[in-house]
């Protein structure tokens, strides 16, 4: 990321309220957006703690001036040898996870996205509904990830992905874990870590000339991060369905946020109204701007 931009992407967000959904990433690196778990959803819209969030909830997002993904494709890479071991829970896990990958593309749920744009040359180009799963390969990577992932070995596997595989410019590399490990970011944890914050989270680094979009998925493993009833697989796709949605609409931190509150499309939604199944799989709400609040389907 460019110093410019980086203090003009600082500059927009009120005092104290971007600073729990955004870190800026060092030099080539774009900022982190994170799922808060629902305790901290929780008290991020809670009016008496001085926050804001709840009150902007009828404030529609705003376009940035920068890209979206338009036809996008989901590249699931499993990082740890269970997921392959037909013996373990992880193994059809995995497989579930990516079923839903393969429906969501082209379905209602995602459909609500296509109502935000990029602008190009003064011409408005509309994300489009798309086969996520015809991108390159997923990745099953037997290796043993670290107890602790850090962002930077997040980046480290999916740039390991790219050693063997061609680069996709409309592709979200999304990196998933099993319960033995957790996600990290500068203080604050995913499911499993010492200091919960959030649930799953998505950026972008710069490869030469590339932008490279990724998500970490974390295992559900906490309730912060579950939804009463639900499977571990229903958990993730809820993940998957979030964290996608958002980078298609905001890669960069560029796209489509609500410039009164630093949160996003999904996070609009997020855990209020109740997450919801449809064909057995994990969804939640999406922010409509045609409709100025929280819609499941268009």
């Not at 900022?31 to 709840?54: L, Y």
Request: glycine fraction near 8%; hydrophobic fraction near 35%; charge should be negative.
């Amino acid at each position: 990321m460019k110093k410019a931009f980086a203090a003009l992407f600082l500059a927009s967000f009120a005092a104290g309220l971007a600073a729990q959904e955004l870190t800026v990433r060092p030099e080539g690196s774009g900022p982190i957006f994170k799922f808060p778990t629902r305790e901290v959803f929780a008290e991020r819209t809670n009016p008496s703690s001085g926050n804001m969030g709840i009150l902007a909830r009828g404030n529609n997002p705003t376009y940035q001036g920068g890209p979206v993904i338009l036809a996008a494709h989901v590249v699931l890479i499993f990082w740890g040898p269970t997921f392959q071991n037909p013996s373990s829970p992880d193994f059809a896990y995995a497989q579930a996870i990516q079923a839903f990958r393969n429906q969501y593309g082209t379905n209602s749920e995602y459909n609500v996205i296509t109502q935000y744009y990029q602008i190009v040359g003064g011409s408005h180009q509309l994300i489009q509904l798309s086969n996520l799963a015809a991108g390159s390969a997923d990745m099953f990577d037997t290796s043993t990830p670290p107890t602790n992932v850090s962002d930077a070995a997040v980046q480290g596997e999916v740039a390991k992905y790219l050693t063997t595989h061609t680069f996709d410019a409309s592709a979200v590399y999304e990196v998933v874990i099993p319960s033995t490990s957790y996600s990290s970011d500068q203080g604050s944890d995913s499911c499993g870590g010492p200091n919960l914050a959030y649930c799953a989270y998505h950026s972008s680094y710069s490869s030469g000339s590339s932008n490279v979009i990724y998500a970490i998925e974390p295992y559900p493993s906490c309730s912060g991060c579950q939804w009463p009833g639900w499977t571990a697989a229903q958990n993730e796709d809820h993940f998957v369905c979030h964290e996608t949605r958002e980078a298609v609409t905001d890669p960069l931190g560029t796209g489509w946020w609500n410039t009164r509150t630093g949160e996003e499309l999904d996070d609009q939604c997020a855990w209020s109204p109740n997450p919801f199944l449809s064909g057995g799989f994990g969804y939640q709400d999406e922010w409509s701007n045609a409709l100025s609040r929280c819609v499941q389907t268009r």
